[in-house]
């Protein structure tokens, strides 16, 4: 059983074309996240969701819009893809909002821009 | 956010006990102390979190300072398959938000 899924786990693709990524737990939790990780392995904050609504957005520029259509899941689209986009994303989840709980992570989705 | 500092890199030899440490001078309160680790091609991977005190799980132990400014954790039989990078973050109590650094790459050698 795998706790935190996604789809697709690659993705490659043209500049300017609009894309998604989906993610799906499990596991029960409120809470859900998107990570950007880039070509130098740093790993980035892009939202969190809590109950559908939306709680973190880190000046992630507005053609990546996150959509919660339920608790379970939290998708990903990107409009007009840009080469700077290239990079790995991952979806987490956790059972709430403190500092406090453990956030479980996808495998990841590794998309190339060309 | 609140910093930590970390190694770049450490090795280990397998069956070995591994002490990563982590310095987070900066430290408040209300921080907890979070390590996760990133095995290659793969997500990052929950080990362990506290908050004052020392914390053990079936996968590592914590040790915090008393002062709280820095952190160890301890794996205590390295195996091939704890290479990975360890990240040690700050999260303040109040949010879900991790920042992860550049972390510790770790290296099992046989």
């Known amino acids: 059983d795998t706790a935190v899924s996604q789809t697709p786990k690659y993705l490659v693709t043209q500049m300017g074309n609009d894309k998604s990524i989906k993610c799906e737990q499990n596991l029960g939790h409120d809470t859900m996240y998107w990570y950007k990780q880039d070509s130098k392995k740093f790993l980035k904050i892009m939202f969190s969701?809590?109950?559908?609504?939306?709680?973190i957005n880190e000046t992630v520029p507005n053609r990546f819009s996150p959509k919660s259509p339920d608790k379970a899941h939290l998708n990903l689209h990107i409009n007009s893809l840009e080469l700077g986009d290239s990079a790995v994303y991952f979806c987490?989840?956790?059972?709430?909002?403190?500092?406090?709980?453990?956030?479980?992570f996808g495998p990841g989705t590794r998309l190339t821009v060309l | 956010d609140a910093k930590t500092t970390q190694p770049n890199s450490m090795e280990s030899n397998e069956e070995e006990p591994v002490h990563l440490p982590c310095n987070h001078s900066t430290i408040s309160g209300t921080d907890y102390i979070h390590w996760y680790r990133q095995l290659p091609s793969q997500g990052p991977e929950y080990v362990i979190h506290g908050l004052t005190s020392n914390v053990n799980n079936r996968m590592a132990s914590l040790a915090i300072a008393e002062d709280r400014k820095s952190s160890t954790l301890i794996l205590h039989r390295a195996t091939l398959r704890d290479a990975a990078v360890y990240y040690c973050i700050l999260n303040w109590g109040g949010s879900e938000k991790l920042v992860f650094g550049k972390g510790t790459k770790l290296t099992v050698n046989p």
């Open positions: 969701y809590n109950n559908k609504e939306l709680i």
């Open positions: 987490a989840s956790s059972p709430g909002t403190s500092g406090g709980v453990e956030q479980f």
